[in-house]
């Protein structure tokens, strides 16, 4: 994991104690180490076994050796070939056939995962890994097999070789070079995943597995493949959770430096876990219930000893390390589980009920609150850029970036049922406004990005913003009332980032398929603008349609007027007088309901229902046709 320049302060304590409890730990959960199960920390063993401290018992050692499935009486019967195609070893041969035939190449490719992107990912300890690494190489020739050659770091190493497949890639570049790249990439991708499947069949549990769950789901987020990606973090959850993760280190008596590794680790997952639930509308796998953890402390161990890092100081938020990002996030998506089980869980009380919206309001509250309780470096508005020009500070504008965008994604996805609801008394106003006004951010936010390396590009691409289209959103907005004032600039947005999309050489079918919604949501809109220009001048004068906005409205300077940089500088919410300007322009489209023969209705009231996926195109094609038909 990245170093950080903050220099970690340590402050005497009872070192006494400490040094006790660490002799302590030497008694305890040592149950499969010969088997060559995972530990955190030399030689303990944290995983299920962890009752064995709480009865101060030494758990008993199993035989050694890696069990393959055989039974007593195939293991002890006639010798099988060491080259036995069928048997359990040939997994491990063809995964190492999949590793380049040069070392300089992995070599090549590891550095710049190091260098380029985990500094912002902060997932793999580069130490640890490389340890490993350095063993693998200067294993005796010719004697691969499961004792000397584990298949748990070996994920790790594929998903890292494929991401850097992908940084090594010049930019521009040729479509031949571009396709090879990118079927390297998958290939170590697919020996990844195999790695990750299998691997548990031979050891036990394992950091390397949770590690490598973590990126391959960020492989995922990045290519869109956001079905997959829910399947792989939930394996990797199992897999923390084989290990005690979801208990913190100080309830286990563990040491700091294990401690602040575990909380990161499991604070990744959860976050990971709440956004991509929410963004497919499923259950998410990690039970608040049967978790016992703390928040993540803005302090940087990685590169400290044990001893010194039992007393490091805890930094303040005005000295930002890599942590403050996991820090937020893991607050953010508590937030984001609870606006889950209020959005696709089923409840007896009506959608429309005070009850109902009051938990919405209550839930925009506390996104509210964690928007104000952002660090200068991290605020919506007003950020503070001081630090984005020194270099060792280089993850700060990312994680603005993520913090930003999973702002905008939850706001967006809580109220987006009540979008299109109707109200007498305009009850659901606020959920418009609110919901406009972070689509229309994070609109801003893709329009702004330029990508000047396949660094930039990977780091941007695993940001929220690729688990909700919010061009989708105002697609169907600017459809259900193209007539309003500023609908014409909200169709020129659209139509700027579907042009950015589709000139992008990178995007893949499903990003594609996402344009061609919004390109159809377009066509629609543009549709019915040239129907009511051929109606005769007395059919518009009649109509009641054309609300009055302020000055401040979608096209203010507030809006319009920003940097190309500003995607990473701060995605500028608007203030509660643009959020009514915005909801005041599209006023036509909630104060006329479907009728009551309209499929969709429930698609809009019910939380229950979720959008399709963008490759479901006749499902939008239906869904856009019948909003355009209310008009």
């Known amino acids: 994991m990245p170093s950080t320049p903050a220099q970690q302060q340590t402050t005497p304590g009872n070192f006494t104690s400490r040094t006790a409890k660490i002799a302590k730990r030497r008694t305890l959960g040592r149950l499969f180490k010969a088997r060559g199960a995972a530990s955190y920390h030399g030689d303990f063993y944290f995983g299920h076994q962890s009752a064995a401290s709480m009865v101060e018992a030494t758990t008993q050692e199993v035989?050694?050796?890696?069990?393959?499935?055989?039974s007593r009486g195939s293991r002890i019967g006639a010798a099988q070939p060491f080259r036995n195609e069928r048997g359990p070893y040939a997994q491990l041969w063809e995964l190492i056939g999949s590793l380049p035939r040069q070392k300089a190449t992995v070599d090549h490719l590891t550095a710049r995962f190091f260098r380029e992107l985990n500094p912002t990912f902060d997932s793999v300890h580069e130490n640890s890994f490389m340890i490993s690494y350095n063993r693998f190489w200067d294993r005796k020739t010719g004697c691969d097999d499961l004792t000397n050659v584990d298949i748990r770091w070996l994920a790790v190493l594929f998903i890292i070789l494929a991401f850097g497949e992908l940084l090594d890639c010049p930019q521009p570049c040729s479509a031949e070079a571009q396709r090879e790249s990118e079927d390297s990439s998958l290939h170590f991708y697919w020996a990844s995943r195999k790695s990750l499947v299998i691997a548990p069949s031979f050891y036990g549990e394992s950091t390397d597995l949770t590690c490598a769950g973590i990126l391959i789901t960020r492989y995922l987020v990045y290519a869109r493949r956001i079905s997959e990606s829910w399947l792989t973090i939930s394996f990797a959850i199992r897999m923390a959770q084989a290990q005690g993760m979801h208990v913190d280190g100080d309830q286990l008596d563990l040491p700091r430096k294990?401690?602040?590794?575990?909380?990161?680790?499991?604070?990744?997952?959860?976050?990971?876990?709440?956004?991509?639930?929410?963004?497919?509308?499923?259950?998410?796998?990690?039970?608040?219930?049967?978790?016992?953890?703390?928040?993540?402390?803005?302090?940087?161990?990685?590169?400290?000893?044990?001893?010194?890092?039992?007393?490091?100081?805890?930094?303040?938020?005005?000295?930002?390390?890599?942590?403050?990002?996991?820090?937020?996030?893991?607050?953010?998506?508590?937030?984001?589980?609870?606006?889950?089980?209020?959005?696709f869980t089923f409840s007896t009380a009506p959608l429309t009920s005070s009850t109902s919206y009051d938990e919405v309001l209550k839930y925009d509250e506390a996104l509210l609150a964690w928007k104000d309780s952002l660090p200068p470096y991290f605020r919506l508005e007003h950020t503070d850029l001081s630090l984005d020009l020194i270099p060792t500070y280089s993850f700060i504008p990312w994680h603005r970036l993520y913090l930003h965008t999973a702002f905008h994604f939850a706001r967006i996805t809580l109220h987006r049922s009540?979008?299109?609801?109707?109200?007498?008394?305009?009850?659901?106003?606020?959920?418009?406004?609110?919901?406009?006004?972070?689509?229309?951010?994070?609109?801003?936010?893709?329009?702004?990005?330029?990508?000047?390396?396949?660094?930039?590009?990977?780091?941007?691409?695993?940001?929220?913003?690729?688990?909700?289209?919010?061009?989708?959103?105002?697609?169907?907005?600017?459809?259900?009332?193209?007539?309003?004032?500023?609908?014409?600039?909200?169709?020129?947005?659209?139509?700027?980032?579907?042009?950015?999309?589709?000139?992008?050489?990178?995007?893949?079918?499903?990003?594609?398929?996402?344009?061609?919604v919004v390109e159809l949501c377009i066509s629609r809109a543009r549709q019915s603008q040239h129907d009511t220009a051929a109606a005769s001048p007395a059919e518009n004068a009649t109509s009641n349609f054309n609300p009055?906005?302020?000055?401040?409205?979608?096209?203010?300077?507030?809006?319009?007027?920003?940097?190309?940089?500003?995607?990473?500088?701060?995605?500028?919410?608007?203030?509660?007088?643009?959020q009514n300007a915005i909801g005041g322009t599209f006023q036509y489209a909630f104060q006329n309901p479907a009728g009551p023969q309209d499929p969709w209705s429930d698609f809009w009231s019910n939380p229950a229902y979720f959008f399709p996926e963008a490759m479901d195109y006749q499902i939008w094609e239906g869904l856009v046709d019948d909003l355009a038909a209310v008009n």
Not at 497 to 504: F, H, L, M, R, T
Not at 566 to 574: A, I, N, V
Request: aromatic share 8%.
């Open 548 to 578: 009055a906005v302020t000055s401040e409205g979608y096209c203010s300077p507030v809006v319009t007027n920003t940097s190309l940089s500003q995607g990473l500088q701060g995605s500028l919410e608007l203030s509660a007088s643009q």
């Open 63 to 70: 035989p050694s050796g890696i069990y393959v499935g055989h």
């Open 418 to 516: 009540y979008l299109l609801r109707p109200s007498i008394t305009d009850r659901f106003q606020y959920s418009r406004n609110a919901c406009m006004s972070s689509a229309c951010a994070d609109l801003k936010i893709k329009l702004s990005f330029r990508y000047p390396d396949m660094a930039s590009r990977l780091k941007s691409n695993v940001a929220a913003h690729q688990l909700f289209n919010s061009a989708l959103i105002l697609g169907v907005i600017v459809v259900r009332d193209p007539q309003a004032p500023h609908a014409e600039a909200v169709l020129d947005d659209l139509q700027a980032y579907c042009a950015k999309q589709n000139s992008d050489p990178w995007i893949n079918e499903i990003g594609l398929a996402e344009v061609r």
């Open 258 to 343: 294990v401690t602040e590794t575990r909380r990161r680790l499991w604070s990744q997952l959860y976050n990971l876990d709440r956004s991509i639930a929410l963004a497919l509308g499923r259950p998410y796998a990690i039970n608040d219930r049967h978790c016992f953890m703390k928040l993540v402390e803005n302090v940087w161990v990685d590169d400290m000893t044990d001893e010194k890092a039992e007393n490091a100081t805890t930094l303040s938020l005005d000295t930002p390390t890599p942590s403050v990002l996991i820090r937020f996030q893991h607050q953010l998506a508590v937030i984001i589980g609870q606006i889950q089980e209020q959005s």
